[in-house]
């Protein structure tokens, strides 16, 4: 293998190809990144760890087509270091020998028969625009639970009926869930998936900007999601198990609900919340047109701040842990935020206004569980 590539563009590449690499590879082939020129002039650079693949291709001059496989941590340190200068990349028996400039490597190679083959993109496809995708993908993952003790709740619920999309995770303590739309290649499409939150996350990131996002899930039972974008190839193993049936946690209606600018709010939870301990939260009570805010207690330090809200039904006063509060809030993109209510004791809805007045938009909707306060 011969071949020649801009600096930049083998240095993105390498970077995306190195996110699926695992940390502990199970076999010692897996910690690489194989490299495959063709003679049409695109070389492909592939990662996988039985459960995500990466996989990416970038134009070079190709001299001599061929394959390698090298540590990828190692390459994607490399390739980020070096001058802004073509490099060179030939194989010489057991090494890969990479120039730019006056900077020379020379990498050992793995033994490239024994890496698996990637996995084949699914059928059953659809497009999205990139930003609408990163966005929601974003409004929905901060729910997701951290807990690999309980994988189920680490993944991303996706529903799919004809055209419409929706997002949803929870880690018991909030639910997030977004509906948006794509466009299906068959009209009738219909699926469920369960997708790891962090996979998810990547790929929105890094393929959020490209314009066009594909999305395809396997039919009939398949359990693996791909995604494609700008020569950019991602699939994923699904999340096995019955996800919790969360939709129902959303009130039929609530009667008391309270309308705050977004930013002002955000902004007073983060300074009343500096006085709070860990897991301690910060009480909202909502009257005659105002929120007052408050955190801790007793003889422990305390802070309180007032805030103009329009209220709709009977005072209330609830708690909630701030950084939840926090991430609700950030996932808003609208002036306003709306905070819907049955009662002190069962959960808020959260929801986006982009006038003072007006109806809120249930696109995204976040639910939030009270935190019970001592009596």
């Not at 120039?99 to 497009?127: D, H, I, K």
């Not at 396997?218 to 019955?242: K, P, W």
């Not at 301990?277 to 005659?288: C, G």
Request: hydrophobic share 45%; with cysteine.
């Amino acid at each position: 293998m011969k071949l020649q590539v801009e600096r930049d563009v083998l240095a993105e590449a390498v970077a995306w190809a190195a996110r699926a690499l695992p940390s502990r590879p199970p076999v010692p082939v897996l910690a690489g990144v194989l490299l495959e020129a063709d003679a049409q002039g695109t070389v492909t650079l592939s990662s996988f760890d039985y459960e995500v693949s990466a996989r990416v291709e970038v134009p070079a001059r190709v001299d001599e087509p061929g394959r390698a496989l090298v540590s990828g941590r190692l390459l994607a340190d490399i390739s980020r270091s070096l001058p802004a200068r073509p490099v060179e990349l030939v194989t010489e028996g057991t090494k890969v020998t990479l120039s730019c400039g006056a900077s020379r490597f020379n990498l050992l190679t793995m033994p490239v028969e024994e890496y698996p083959s990637l996995p084949a993109m699914p059928s059953g496809s659809g497009t999205l625009p990139g930003d609408t995708f990163t966005e929601a993908v974003a409004q929905v993952t901060i729910a997701a639970s951290r807990d690999e003790t309980l994988p189920i709740l680490t993944g991303v619920r996706m529903e799919i009926e004809g055209n419409r999309l929706t997002l949803m995770a929870t880690d018991r303590y909030r639910l997030a869930m977004r509906e948006l739309e794509w466009q299906p290649d068959a009209p009738e499409t219909s699926a469920i998936a369960l997708v790891r939150a962090r996979t998810l996350s990547e790929v929105a990131r890094s393929m959020g900007a490209t314009g066009s996002i594909t999305m395809a899930l396997g039919q009939g039972g398949a359990d693996l999601i791909g995604f494609e974008a700008g020569g950019r190839h991602a699939t994923s193993l699904l999340v096995d198990g019955e996800y919790p049936k969360v939709r129902a946690l959303f009130p039929a209606e609530s009667p008391i609900h309270a309308v705050v600018e977004r930013a002002p709010l955000m902004e007073a939870v983060k300074r009343v919340a500096l006085v709070a301990e860990r897991n301690t939260p910060v009480r909202l009570r909502f009257e005659d047109g105002v929120l007052a805010l408050e955190a801790g207690q007793g003889e422990d330090a305390q802070a309180s701040e007032s805030l103009d809200a329009t209220l709709t039904g009977e005072s209330i006063s609830i708690a909630f842990n701030p950084q939840f509060l926090l991430d609700g809030l950030g996932a808003l993109s609208t002036t306003y935020a709306r905070l819907s209510f049955t009662q002190a004791t069962r959960p808020a809805v959260l929801t986006g206004q982009r006038e003072a007045e007006g109806d809120d938009d249930e696109s995204y909707r976040y639910l939030l569980m009270p935190v019970r306060l001592a009596t």
